[in-house]
């Protein structure tokens, strides 16, 4: 299994960035992906899935209406557009399947994330 997330950077708030992941290894069209994110001295939280064939996309409270998550399967691509970024949304974001490649695949097997730092 390889996961690389990437496109994280600093940027103002209000402003977006464009978060990608590839996958490998696993299956991907088959699961339900999910984007989870992990802000300094926090656990890790889901924010946003997406089904295998892409229909009814979920968010947290904390980002519905300015986040949207999308998959391009036969690249076998996770996205997540992130519009309206608060300091809030500073944290460490990861993409796995949902539930974790641990329930789906019998291993704890998480990407290096991509930093997203939110300041003026």
């Known amino acids: 299994v390889h996961i690389v997330e990437s496109g994280g950077g600093l940027v103002q708030p209000g402003g977006s960035l464009t978060l990608s992941c590839t996958a490998a290894?696993?299956?991907?069209?088959?699961?339900?992906m999910a984007w989870y994110r992990q802000a300094p001295g926090q656990e890790r939280d889901l924010i946003a899935k997406?089904?295998?064939?892409?229909?009814?996309?979920m968010y947290a409270d904390s980002v519905e209406g300015r986040f949207t998550i999308s998959r391009d399967n036969g690249r076998s691509t996770l996205y997540l557009q992130m519009d309206e970024l608060r300091p809030e949304d500073t944290a460490v974001y990861y993409c796995?399947?949902?539930?974790?490649?641990?329930?789906?695949?019998?291993?704890?097997?998480w990407g290096q994330g991509t930093q997203v730092t939110v300041s003026s």
């Open positions: 796995n399947t949902e539930p974790t490649l641990l329930y789906t695949q019998g291993y704890d097997y």
């Open positions: 290894g696993f299956p991907f069209s088959s699961y339900t």
């Open positions: 997406i089904s295998l064939g892409g229909g009814v996309p």
